[in-house]
Nanobody, 121 residues
Framework: QVQLVESGGDLVQPGGSLRLSCAAS????????MGWYRQAPGNQRELVAA???????NYAASVKGRFTISRDNAKNTVYLQMNSLKPEDTAVYYC???????????????WGQGTQVTVSS
């Protein structure tokens, strides 16, 4: 019913920058919140940053001051600008959306397929 397509993952050197994008499409009435999570090998998936439709944001302590989340409500798209990247930022990054679906009142939680970010020299 709802698809999330991520892009922007890449190999980057420490100190470099990347911008991830995630576009939502499908039977969407409105998107309540969107966020980015990441999972490194052997670790649990963790929240990186989230943003509500009103623009309120929340960041993991490890990325505060380095990462910025933003969204374009008209395009149902969320972005993650990642600066001053560190090797410990290496992970698969997943997009998440809490959606009110079109039609009868229903809500859903959706995930993208993930995009690999590797920080290495």
């Amino acid at each position: 019913q709802v698809q999330l397509v991520e892009s922007g993952g890449d190999l980057v050197q420490p100190g470099g920058s990347l911008r991830l994008s995630c576009a939502a499409s499908g039977s969407i009435f409105s998107i309540i919140a969107m966020g980015w999570y990441r999972q490194a090998p052997g670790n649990q998936r963790e929240l990186v940053a989230a943003i509500t439709s009103g623009g309120s944001t929340n960041y993991a302590a490890s990325v505060k001051g380095r990462f910025t989340i933003s969204r374009d409500n008209a395009k149902n798209t969320v972005y993650l600008q990642m600066n001053s990247l560190k090797p410990e930022d290496t992970a698969v990054y997943y997009c998440n959306a809490d959606v009110r679906l079109a039609g009868p009142l229903r809500y859903g939680d959706y995930w993208g397929q993930g995009t690999q970010v590797t920080v290495s020299s």
